[in-house]
């Protein structure tokens, strides 16, 4: 079991820059793939970034591409999302997400999830 505690969500302008993290309890995290999904109000949940339990492999939605950065601690047990050059539609609430595989998680399979973080950007 795994459970995971987001935080960094807040109001900033556009073009500005927030990093969210992601705390994860249990002894399997260096194990897991992390990733970041979105949700914006009246939209479907997107996926943003996922990344691999080594920190090897990372993956990103087309709308941040270039802009967002996941990584991972894996002696903190933390993943991050460093968040640059930000966006009025990037307004969302941010949920971390993890699974045993990165394949699933991408695909928005993954089996943990966190309570979200509000992330809003003013234009």
């Known amino acids: 079991q795994v459970q995971l505690v987001e935080s960094g969500g807040g109001l900033v302008q556009a073009g500005g820059s927030l990093r969210l993290s992601c705390a994860a309890s249990g002894r399997t995290f260096s194990t897991i793939a992390m990733g970041w999904f979105r949700q914006a109000p009246g939209k479907e949940r997107e996926f943003v970034a996922g990344i691999s339990w080594s920190g090897g492999s990372t993956y990103y939605g087309d709308s941040v591409k270039g802009r967002f950065t996941i990584s991972r601690d894996n002696a903190k047990n933390t993943a991050y999302l460093q968040m640059n050059s930000l966006k009025p539609e990037d307004t969302a609430v941010y949920y971390c997400?993890?699974?045993?595989?990165?394949?699933?998680?991408?695909?928005?399979?993954?089996?943990?999830w966190g309570q979200g973080t509000q992330v809003t950007v003013s234009s």
């Open positions: 997400n993890a699974d045993r595989s990165l394949y699933d998680l991408v695909g928005g399979k993954g089996n943990y």
